[in-house]
């Protein structure tokens, strides 16, 4: 079974370009979670999609940053314009259900820099 | 304070040792908890999760104190291979969904 995908693995952009970010779950995963690693920090969560539909998105930094699910499979996590401090990895995670004790599985991780 | 702590090493440790990480979350309404072991440049992958009876997987055991909020992780006969960085990580249920609150990390460097 394939696990979590994400493309590019890497990007480098200057500051004020867009970025887009994209993420395959788990095939049957309807949760989806975008998550951040900034440099010398902890991972920190953005936001989580049930299906096609925002369940929480508390974790986005600000209006810069919009995630879609359209049809409730592959994700897209846009950057737009990017500014300096966005640089770090983005890991996008599924689940087969959204109840707490499901562990959640990770893709490798778009490693942006943003120059 | 941080939602959850862990104390960041590095842990050197020679192949046979068995080395202890501990950790402790602030929110004492999470419900659940769960150890991943990240390696360098890679995405979390998950070791274990933790239950309140604890539990065992192999050369690895987890405790849960829910009165302490207090982790931890207990590796016997370290290995080679057992290099890396673990990761404390919480959940709690709210109105809006399962979201992972995840430590800094504990590294973990066992050498021959």
């Known amino acids: 079974e394939a696990g979590v995908t994400q493309f590019p693995s890497h990007s480098v952009i200057e500051k004020g370009q867009t970025v887009t970010l994209r993420c395959d779950p788990i095939s049957g995963h309807d949760n989806l979670y975008w998550y951040r690693r900034v440099m010398g920090k902890e991972i920190k969560f953005l936001l989580h999609?049930?299906?096609?539909?925002?369940?929480?998105e508390s974790g986005m930094p600000n209006n810069r940053f919009l995630a879609e699910r359209t049809g409730g499979t592959y994700s897209t996590l846009k950057v737009q314009p990017a500014e300096l401090e966005d640089s770090g990895v983005y890991f996008c995670?599924?689940?087969?259900?959204?109840?707490?004790?499901?562990?959640?599985?990770f893709g490798p991780g778009t490693r942006l820099t943003v120059l | 304070r941080k939602e959850v702590e862990q104390d960041p090493g590095p842990f050197n440790v020679p192949e046979g040792a068995t080395v202890a990480f501990n950790c402790t979350y602030s929110n004492s309404a999470s419900q659940s908890f769960f150890w991943y072991r990240q390696d360098c440049r890679k995405e979390p992958k998950l070791l274990m999760s933790?239950?309140?009876s604890g539990n065992e997987d192999g050369r690895f055991t987890a405790q849960l104190n829910r009165a302490s909020q207090y982790i931890s992780l207990l590796i016997r006969d370290s290995k080679l291979s057992d290099s890396a960085t673990y990761l404390c990580v919480v959940s709690l249920v709210n109105q809006a969904g399962t979201a992972l609150i995840f430590g800094k990390g504990t590294t973990l460097s066992v050498s021959s």
């Open positions: 933790v239950y309140s």
């Open positions: 995670a599924s689940s087969q259900d959204g109840t707490t004790g499901r562990p959640q599985f």
């Open positions: 999609f049930v299906k096609e539909s925002k369940q929480d």
